[in-house]
């Protein structure tokens, strides 16, 4: 048996902007890609705790250091800035091997969306 399990998380970032006339997807700061085990391309769930609303994209790589979290395409319509978000992604597993799995979670500073 197969299950879902939470693969990466990052928790409770800011909206830094949204951009309706790009092609899609979350531009996310490299470094928290980095520290979350995310990658270029991957499937994220987005959950917006300003607005209940929830939604998935796929990850593009943002300046290291910048703390850059913006909604593209459709999906800023979902968003406002300043609107803090949980970034989810998961993986599919074994169910023995899901069982002793650690994902990687962040918490990054609320304010800057920085890593301490």
Known sequence: ???HVVKSKIHRVKVTGSDLNYIGSITID???MEAANIIEGEKVQIVNNNNGERLET???????NTGEITLNGAAARKVAKGDILILIAY???????????KPSLVFPNEETNLLS
């Open 91 to 101: 993986a599919i597993m074994d169910f023995e091997e899901a069982k002793a799995f």
């Open 58 to 64: 796929y990850v593009i790589p943002g300046p290291r």
């Open 1 to 3: 048996m197969q299950v």
């Open 30 to 32: 490299e470094d928290l």
